[in-house]
T-cell receptor
Framework: AQSVAQPEDQVNVAEGNPLTVKCTYS??????LFWYVQYPNRGLQFLLK??????LVKGSYGFEAEFNKSQTSFHLKKPSALVSDSALYFC????????????FGAGTRLFVKA | DGGITQSPKYLFRKEGQNVTLSCEQN?????MYWYRQDPGQGLRLIYY???????QKGDIAEGYSVSREKKESFPLTVTSAQKNPTAFYLC???????????FGSGTQLSVL
């Protein structure tokens, strides 16, 4: 069965510092991995995805994520955090066997302090 | 302006009442989804539809019903059988390449 774990409920970082939001996954086949961001009272917005190819994926707003197959991880990173990055971040996984279900983690709230 | 429109933004349900949440998309997507979001639990799949006139139950379908009579519309009814309906409901759609979900702005449902 597919599953996603986001081990941190909240991540606090100072503006200008690098940030990491952690994600580990479990899927039977090769994974499709995603990061989405949610601002208050809004829907989710797509940030980036890994399907195949280079393990370092670049996405919107300066975010990137590194796929690590041996550790089954897909951590979200940004070299320099902005106050406007403060939001709720979701990691998601889908297997590539033709299933249509995207499984979401519980979410990690990122708080960037000025 | 392409996208997904959910309405209403806020909805209140009385005990024993059925309520319907609207979801419309003009992205020409075949696949549409309904998720429920509760604090600290992420998103859970209620129902999904891969094509017009067809839909499948997700992980928490009990107390909910859907229809897919038109490609652009996928309404969700929260029935009186759903005993804990207070949540934020998100509708999403996906194109043929299935590489990402597009989300609406959500409906917050509360019980009076």
């Amino acid at each position: 069965a597919q599953s996603v774990a986001q081990p941190e409920d909240q991540v606090n970082v100072a503006e200008g510092n690098p940030l990491t939001v952690k994600c580990t996954y479990s899927v039977s086949g090769n994974p499709y991995l995603f990061w989405y961001v949610q601002y208050p009272n809004r829907g989710l917005q797509f940030l980036l995805k890994y399907i195949t190819g280079d393990n370092l994926v670049k996405g919107s707003y300066g975010f990137e994520a590194e796929f690590n197959k041996s550790q089954t991880s897909f951590h979200l990173k940004k070299p320099s955090a902005l106050v406007s990055d403060s939001a709720l971040y979701f990691c998601a996984v889908r297997d590539n066997t033709g299933g249509f279900k995207t499984i979401f983690g519980a979410g990690t709230r990122l708080f960037v302090k000025a | 302006d392409g996208g997904i429109t959910q309405s209403p933004k806020y909805l209140f349900r009385k005990e024993g009442q059925n309520v319907t949440l609207s979801c419309e998309q003009n992205l020409n997507h075949d696949a549409m989804y309904w998720y429920r979001q509760d604090p600290g639990q992420g998103l859970r799949l209620i129902y999904y539809s891969q094509i017009v006139n067809d839909f499948q139950k997700g992980d928490i379908a009990e107390g909910y019903s859907v229809s897919r009579e038109k490609k652009e519309s996928f309404p969700l009814t929260v029935t009186s059988a759903q005993k804990n309906p207070t949540a934020f409901y998100l509708c999403a759609s996906e194109g043929d390449r299935r590489e990402k979900l597009f989300f609406g702005s959500g409906t917050q449902l509360s019980v009076l």
